[in-house]
T-cell receptor, first 113, second 115 residues
Framework: AQSVTQLGSHVSVSEGALVLLRCNYSSSVPPYLFWYVQYPNQGLQLLLKYTSAATLVKGINGFEAEFKKSETSFHLTKPSAHMSDAAEYFCAVSAEYGNKLVFGAGTILRVKS | EAQVTQNPRYLITVTGKKLTVTCSQNMNHEYMSWYRQDPGLGLRQIYYSMNVEVTDKGDVPEGYKVSRKEKRNFPLILESPSPNQTSLYFC??????????????FGPGTRLTVT
């Protein structure tokens, strides 16, 4: 069975500062990992995904994430936060041949001017 | 425009009054799924469908029904809604029958309040 833990339900950064959102996963088989973003009053959209091709994954809007098997982590980073990055971010895991996406509880990112 | 649509976007109802939330996708996707989002719990899967006439339970199916008579539509039915079903609901679709490494495309959400 797969599970996801997102550390920190709320993260606050200043505009221009580094964004780091933490995600740890548990999976008995090689996982596929995703980060989704939800802007206010909208559905979720894919930021990036890891599917075993490369451990450092680049996504949209300057975000990237690194898969670290030894740490069972898939943390999301962005070098310089922008006001438009304020949203809720979800880490999710699925398994090969699986038909289910398991989501973390989400992290709300606040960007201060 | 490729999209997943849901209706209604907002719904307030009373306990026990049957309701249906519609979901439709225009991308010819095989896989469709319903999730509910609750604060601090993330998204939890209610039901999913890998093909027409094929549906299966997710993690929280109690109190819900679904059907998949056409590829594009996947309605969520609450036969007798209760206050604990007050939540934000999302429909999603994916091009693969087993979307393990594929992106899921989400609708805009339906905010349901049951009093």
């Amino acid at each position: 069975a797969q599970s996801v833990t997102q550390l920190g339900s709320h993260v606050s950064v200043s505009e221009g500062a580094l964004v780091l959102l933490r995600c740890n996963y548990s999976s008995s088989v090689p996982p596929y990992l995703f980060w989704y973003v939800q802007y206010p009053n909208q559905g979720l959209q894919l930021l990036l995904k890891y599917t075993s091709a490369a451990t450092l994954v680049k996504g949209i809007n300057g975000f990237e994430a690194e898969f670290k098997k030894s740490e069972t982590s898939f943390h999301l980073t962005k070098p310089s936060a922008h006001m438009s990055d304020a949203a809720e971010y979800f880490c999710a895991v699925s398994a090969e041949y699986g038909n289910k996406l398991v989501f973390g509880a989400g992290t709300i990112l606040r960007v201060k001017s | 425009e490729a999209q997943v649509t849901q209706n209604p976007r907002y719904l307030i109802t009373v306990t026990g009054k049957k309701l249906t939330v519609t979901c439709s996708q225009n991308m010819n996707h095989e896989y469709m799924s319903w999730y509910r989002q609750d604060p601090g719990l993330g998204l939890r899967q209610i039901y999913y469908s890998m093909n027409v006439e094929v549906t299966d339970k997710g993690d929280v199916p109690e109190g819900y029904k679904v059907s998949r008579k056409e590829k594009r539509n996947f309605p969520l039915i609450l036969e007798s809604p209760s206050p604990n079903q007050t939540s934000l609901y999302f429909c999603a679709s994916s091009p693969l029958r087993e979307p393990s490494n594929a992106e899921q495309y989400f609708g805009p959400g339906t905010r349901l309040t049951v009093t």
